[in-house]
């Protein structure tokens, strides 16, 4: 798969290391690429210890340093959520009407960017039973 670029590259490394991990369903941006490395696993000491993470204008970049670097994880994507779905226990869903940057596993920008109808469709009373196919980009996108 092919990864989206990022937002504004010019930005790129000027976001803060503590984000919200994954989450929220929905994304509207992809802001980096971070690949964060682990001196206890073999990365350069860059820190005194502590891990660290390196950022990149595309997905591709990220890969390719991860798998050249000894401590390296897989690369992961720093999004920004201007709305998202909370679920704060299991079935449960809230509709947050805020800004955050979470820390998602690239494979979820599999899932089609958030537009307008899919928040919407995704609290209507006549939502398809399983709601979260709508976030998957499994559900028609022809609704009113």
Not at 10 to 29: F, L, R
Not at 97 to 124: C, Q, Y
Request: hydrophobic content about 40%; overall charge negative.
């Amino acid at each position: 798969m092919i990864y989206p670029a990022v937002a504004d590259p010019s930005k790129v490394g000027t976001y803060p290391a503590n984000a919200k991990s994954g989450g929220g369903y929905v994304w509207d941006e992809v802001l980096e690429y971070r690949v964060w490395c682990h001196p206890e696993r073999g990365a350069e000491d860059l820190d005194d210890g502590n891990d660290y993470f390196h950022p990149f204008a595309s997905y591709e970049e990220a890969l390719s340093f991860s798998q050249a670097t000894a401590g390296a994880e897989a690369p992961i994507a720093l999004v920004l959520q201007r709305e998202f779905i909370d679920e704060p226990e299991p079935g449960v869903f809230v509709h947050v009407a805020r800004e955050r940057i979470a820390e998602w596993a690239v494979a979820f920008l599999s899932r089609p960017r958030r537009d307008d109808r899919t928040l919407p469709d995704f609290f209507a009373p006549d939502a398809p039973a399983h709601r979260l196919d709508i976030v998957r980009g499994l559900v028609p996108r022809n609704r009113a």
